[in-house]
């Protein structure tokens, strides 16, 4: 049978997302195959008599496969036999690999189908915060040993860095690097000042660890630092290191998904990180129309609530954020928490230009609605992580009230517009 191949440049927009959605369902689907092949000729033990040690070995000498891409198959297609459900779901094309691969380190057969229903929900962003904090299967991870090592040249003179953390002094060394980079673009004023961040034309933002290209500025900053001993201590929220807590007692550290909520458990006794309680909802602070700008509790606030990144389903921008108006200000919108969410500068600009939509619900305000171009709409509820639209069921959004993208007007089931009589003669 003859393979074909499509002109991609002869197809329309439309068409062309089509074709990228189609092709990748069949290509998860030929994948989970795959791996489940794998699986069933390790568990044959087929390896030796074909001229191989291991299956591993075998599918690098035959399948063209790296090593490590070879036992991550083979690792995935073992532990995927105990869960039949999960399997399905990959199977028809339902869950990615990627998604798979992230569920198989927290899934029992007490939880499979949470997992999948959460799986099948949220993008993969926003299910590695839904479970960070979880105890992983197989027993407790093997702690990250602490280690620094430095030798010097006797030749040169140049003195070589090396080491590993585990979660929690990574994190302290990230906010140190992130307060060094601050203090020597000389921004620590605006940080305490709690303005907006720069943009993206300054070298330096509040939010987020350094960017790579300032990593090694902001080392050697910190040196000068540490040897100046100095008093004042930025407030950027980039430079901080907090510990959430969510409202099922699980912690975990924005940004590291992989840290162990328990291991989290020594810094918070120790009063070395701060804590973050988040509740459902949030804590709710409230400015009304005193400020537009927050304030830190405000920052501080939904930074927690959003899990230190844009709200956005999909976007896991650390850096670059801006306090989005749900409201807009001009308009009579408040500076309060529950009118207010974080948003990287792309998003901002895209909601400025119409591109993207974020819209209360109007019968339930706890409902948040993000409408993207082409009928693509999410839901967060009660500030919690976006769901696919068609994982809401009757709290679906009906596009039955409040803007859309540009383009979609047609989408919406109602008179938009007030309905005026004023040249209609009784």
Partial sequence: ????????????????????????????????????????????????????????????????????????????????????????????????????????????????????????AHTITELESLLAGHPKVGGPSRKATNRLSMTVCPDTGQVKLWGTFDPEIGAELQAALKAAELAAAKSRDEADNGEQDPGPDSSTTRFGPPVASSLLGSFVSLIRLARNNPVARTLAPGAHVNIVIDSEDNACLPGQPGAEGKDLLRSIINGVLSVQIRGRGGRILHLGRSSRL???????????????????????????????????????????????????????????????????????????????????????????????????????DGYTHGPVPHGDEDLLTIWEHEDSFDDVQP
């Fill in 1 to 120: 049978m003859l393979a074909t191949t499509t002109d991609l440049a002869r197809l329309d927009d439309t068409d062309l997302t089509t074709c990228i959605s189609t092709a990748n369902r069949s290509f998860t689907r030929h994948k989970a195959e795959f791996i489940r092949a794998i699986a069933e000729f390790d568990e044959r033990d087929l390896a030796r008599s074909l001229g191989a040690s291991t299956t591993a070995t075998w599918l690098v000498r035959t399948q063209g496969l790296s090593s490590r891409s070879a036992h991550e198959y083979l690792e995935v297609g073992r532990k995927l036999r105990a869960f039949p459900s999960l399997t399905d779901a990959f199977t028809r094309g339902d869950l990615s690999y990627s998604k798979v691969r992230l569920l198989l380190k927290y899934m029992t057969l007490d939880n499979e189908h949470t997992l999948i229903e959460l799986a099948l």
């Fill in 294 to 396: 927050v304030n830190g509790a405000q920052t501080k606030a939904l930074l927690t609530r959003w899990k230190h990144r844009c709200a956005t389903p999909g976007c896991d921008h650390a850096r670059w954020l801006q306090f989005h108006h749900i409201r807009d200000w001009a308009s009579g919108g408040t500076t309060d928490l529950d009118n207010l969410i974080p948003l990287c500068t792309l998003h901002h600009t895209m909601i400025q230009s119409g591109e993207l939509v974020i819209v209360p619900d109007r019968v339930d305000p706890t409902l948040l609605r993000f409408r993207f171009p082409g009928g693509e709409s999410w839901t967060s509820v009660d500030n919690g992580p976006p769901v696919r639209d068609d994982a809401m069921g009757q709290h679906a």
